[in-house]
T-cell receptor, first 114, second 115 residues
Framework: GESVGLHLPTLSVQEGDNSIINCAYS??????FIWYKQESGKGPQFIID?????DKRQGQRVTVLLNKTVKHLSLQIAATQPGDSAVYFC?????????????FGKGTMLLVSP | NAGVMQNPRHLVRRRGQEARLRCSPM?????VYWYRQLPEEGLKFMVY????????ESGMPKERFSAEFPKEGPSILRIQQVVRGDSAAYFC?????????????FGEGSWLTVV
């Protein structure tokens, strides 16, 4: 069936490095994608989103890239900090469904060493 | 996610008991979603409700699980005769009447442990 998945379950980086977290999606009808950050014992926190009519979107220290040709999504975090350590999920949805039922990937754990 | 309130945050139930999880959406939000997260898994959609209406329950198990969002009061996710496989984190999210994607806010979750 359709699914959203992540390539790497754990990513370990040094403080100050740039991090790249990848996500593959298979539902070609999805037109809206979101990255969430989830710290231990907490709910998902919105980071950044992108619509399917865009290839790139930048936020504060974060950039999301969308490649619709290969159905690939990535989250880039610049100058990674220890506070960025968390599990990161990509999620997809269909905006014209009238409401936003999100399909989440399994997540990638980002570990940042000082 | 500061405005979506869930309680209890942690709940322990013995097999066969009932679990009730409550969710108060953000002020002004009339759409409520419930998601379940198993250990080391992503969140899975369960049900979408508006006031007094279940709109989409395609992710709800057919038995033992039910949800409501009454005219007054919080949304309730009810699990009857719990089994160990129900142990998970249950997240509620809410959004305003107008669907604009990123205006979905999650609560901090309710962690259910079945012993």
């Amino acid at each position: 069936g359709e699914s959203v998945g992540l390539h790497l379950p754990t990513l370990s980086v040094q403080e100050g490095d740039n991090s790249i977290i990848n996500c593959a999606y298979s539902n070609s009808a999805s037109d809206y994608f979101i990255w969430y950050k989830q710290e231990s014992g907490k709910g998902p926190q919105f980071i950044i989103d992108i619509r399917s009519n865009m290839d790139k979107r930048q936020g504060q220290r974060v950039t999301v890239l969308l490649n619709k040709t290969v159905k690939h999504l990535s989250l880039q975090i610049a100058a990674t900090q220890p506070g960025d350590s968390a599990v990161y999920f990509c999620a997809e949805t269909l905006m014209n469904s009238g409401y936003s039922t999100l399909t989440f990937g399994k997540g990638t754990m980002l570990l940042v060493s000082p | 996610n500061a405005g979506v309130m869930q309680n209890p945050r942690h709940l322990v139930r013995r097999r066969g008991q009932e679990a009730r999880l409550r969710c108060s959406p953000m002020k002004g939000h009339s759409h409520v979603y419930w998601y379940r997260q198993l250990p080391e898994e992503g969140l899975k959609f369960m049900v979408y409700l508006q006031k007094e209406n279940i709109i989409d329950e395609s992710g709800m198990p057919k038995e033992r699980f039910s949800a409501e969002f009454p005219k007054e009061g919080p949304s309730i996710l009810r699990i009857q005769q719990v089994v160990r496989g129900d142990s998970a984190a249950y997240f509620c999210a809410s959004s305003p009447p107008t669907n604009s994607g990123n205006t979905i806010y999650f609560g901090e979750g309710s962690w259910l442990t079945v012993v």
